[in-house]
């Protein structure tokens, strides 16, 4: 595999993949993603009487409701124990037989568009795996003769595959479709951060006195919550499973990331510059309040104004992001916020709707009453919680206006659309190996539905928007920078192409 380096033009046109063995990219495929698909094969195994028996008194059974919903489970396994217990089986083998197939680097298999005429719901997005299997995004990067291999396509298609696989072995049964592989990854992660909560949460309290009495204060009051509260959403992205391999808790925040949890974490801006790259903020700031006209009143609004996140992970993350949301309702810069999750358990940690709702429950149990309030903006259509299937689809995001029009369509209406998180970055360059230094619009291509902006934590080897010269100073003063989650971005693109 080290000659493969020298087989492929090295072009923009190139995207970040396993063939350069030196690569982040390399280390996902060889070690990250077979270790995921190895911690679900091994929980499964050893929890498999504890997750469905009733009789059971194990915690894995009496609150997976409460660490987190897998919806319906318990009561297939009581009504249909023998099929239920084949149909796990048969799980435990497809995933092992694709963690062989995947080591040993052989083609990728296609999926069975037969059982998706059975069950559109959950498969009907096979056929469109098929043709992206078939076309350019999956091209073999080493001969374009040979069929697309793990090792030798792109690393988002691969990563973003394996996924599939993983879900297409649940949506095959009949019994565990609603079964969530990484639940318990899920619950881990949000242990031991009471305190974290807490504090979060206080500080929105203390913020939302401070807003409703801000008739009389300058903007600028406004825009320092409002930077707060950006780089407390951007914090939250550390809590990423996938980049762990699974591995229970996110880090705990390094001292460059200021945290709900020091006496004053938000005004801590000596700390947030040294690990932020790029910071937008006071762009992303000015566009909002000119598309929200609200001027700083929070006695009229001027209209309708939609802000879109697009999520990220479940735990903490999750939770900064409603904060951020209710800032934005409240202080009127948003008449309306909408949080894009995935149809699906997907990259370990990623967002689902069942996620979303539990983790309202979750923000109840630690204290006020945010939970409920949001829960009532989800019946108001204050908050607003959608899925797509282009979000588990393996194209980047310059595809979706060929690949979901009325998706694209739809965020054309957006005042401003906050991405979140490594994948979505990825999927906004198209995890091409572009120079450090072009420009982050530049690196969008043909995607600008409207303002958008990105809050990301490294972790892959493709970032744009760099000053000249600071990609050397980092790389002196960390060759990992790049990949180590450590340093961040806040970019901002107005829209226009």
């Known amino acids: 595999m080290a000659g493969l380096i020298s087989?492929?033009?090295?072009?923009?046109?190139?995207?970040?993949?396993?063939?350069?063995?030196?690569?982040?990219?390399?280390?996902?495929?060889?070690?990250?993603?077979?270790?995921?698909?190895?911690?679900?094969?091994?929980?499964?195994?050893?929890h498999k009487s504890e997750v469905y028996d009733a009789k059971t008194d194990s915690a894995l059974v009496t609150s997976p409701t409460r660490l987190h919903p897998a919806g319906g489970l318990q009561d297939a396994w009581n009504s249909n124990r023998h099929e239920s217990e084949e149909e796990l089986k048969g799980i435990l083998g497809a995933l092992a037989k694709l963690r062989n197939?995947?080591?040993?680097?052989?083609?990728?298999?296609?999926?069975?568009?037969?059982?998706?005429?059975?069950?559109?719901?959950?498969?009907?997005?096979?056929?469109?795996?098929?043709?992206?299997?078939?076309?350019?995004?999956?091209?073999?990067?080493?001969?374009?003769?040979?069929?697309?291999?793990?090792f030798e396509c792109s690393w988002l298609f691969v990563e973003t595959y394996m996924y599939r696989r993983i879900m297409a072995a649940i949506h095959e049964t009949t019994h565990l479709k609603l079964l969530d592989p990484f639940k318990w990854q899920k619950a881990e992660s949000?242990?031991?951060?009471?305190?974290?909560?807490?504090?979060?949460?206080?500080?929105?309290?203390?913020?939302?006195?401070?807003?409703?009495?801000?008739?009389?204060?300058?903007?600028?009051?406004?825009?320092?919550?409002f930077g707060q509260l950006l780089r407390l959403s951007l914090w939250g992205n550390k809590g990423d499973l996938s980049h762990s391999a699974g591995k229970g808790k996110p880090e705990p925040p390094s001292a460059c990331h200021p945290t709900p949890e020091t006496s004053n974490p938000h005004d801590d801006q000596h700390a947030m510059r040294e690990v932020l790259l790029v910071d937008d903020s006071?762009?992303?700031?000015?566009?909002?309040r000119k598309a929200s006209s609200t001027k700083c009143s929070l006695t009229e609004s001027s209209?309708?104004?939609?802000?879109?996140?697009?999520?990220?992970?479940?735990?903490?993350?999750l939770i900064t992001d409603l904060i951020l949301g209710e800032f934005l309702i409240v202080s009127r810069l948003a008449s309306q916020v909408c949080y894009?999750?995935?149809?699906?358990?997907?990259?370990?940690?990623?967002?689902?709707?069942?996620?979303?709702?539990?983790?309202?429950?979750?923000?109840?149990?630690?204290?006020?009453?945010?939970?409920?309030?949001?829960?009532?903006?989800l019946m108001s259509g204050?908050?607003?919680?959608?899925?797509?299937?282009?979000?588990?689809?393996?194209?980047?995001?310059?595809?979706?206006?060929?690949?979901?029009?009325?998706?694209?369509?739809?965020?054309k209406g957006s005042a401003?659309?906050?991405?979140?998180?490594?994948?979505?970055?990825?999927?906004l360059t198209g995890d091409l190996k572009w120079p450090h230094t072009t420009p982050f619009k530049t690196a969008l291509r043909s995607f600008h539905p409207a303002p958008l902006c990105t809050l990301r934590g490294l972790k892959a080897e493709v970032v744009v928007g760099l000053r000249e010269g600071q990609a050397e100073d980092l790389t002196q003063q960390d060759k990992d920078w790049l990949t180590c989650g450590e340093f961040a971005v806040i970019q901002f693109s107005d829209g226009s192409c």
Request: hydrophobic content about 40%; charged content about 25%.
């Open 382 to 411: 204050k908050f607003i919680a959608t899925t797509d299937a282009f979000w588990t689809l393996p194209y980047d995001f310059d595809w979706m206006k060929k690949k979901a029009p009325a998706l694209y369509d739809y965020f």
């Open 101 to 150: 197939e995947l080591q040993t680097n052989k083609p990728l298999t296609r999926f069975d568009v037969g059982l998706a005429e059975k069950d559109d719901a959950y498969m009907g997005d096979f056929a469109e795996w098929n043709a992206a299997l078939d076309s350019v995004v999956a091209r073999n990067l080493i001969s374009l003769s040979e069929p697309p291999k793990w």
């Open 303 to 317: 209209g309708y104004t939609r802000v879109d996140i697009i999520c990220d992970n479940y735990g903490l993350e």
């Open 282 to 288: 006071e762009a992303i700031w000015q566009h909002l």
């Open 190 to 225: 949000l242990k031991d951060s009471t305190k974290n909560v807490h504090n979060m949460l206080d500080y929105l309290k203390n913020t939302l006195e401070v807003i409703v009495q801000a008739e009389d204060k300058t903007p600028e009051e406004l825009k320092r919550h």
């Open 340 to 377: 894009h999750v995935k149809a699906m358990p997907w990259f370990v940690s990623d967002t689902t709707v069942p996620d979303l709702l539990h983790i309202l429950d979750v923000i109840n149990d630690h204290g006020g009453k945010f939970g409920d309030k949001w829960r009532d903006y």
């Open 416 to 427: 401003l659309i906050i991405f979140k998180g490594d994948l979505n970055y990825r999927k």
């Open 7 to 46: 087989t492929v033009a090295k072009s923009l046109s190139q995207p970040l993949s396993a063939v350069d063995t030196s690569s982040y990219a390399y280390v996902t495929v060889q070690h990250r993603m077979p270790i995921i698909l190895t911690q679900i094969v091994d929980h499964l195994s050893r």
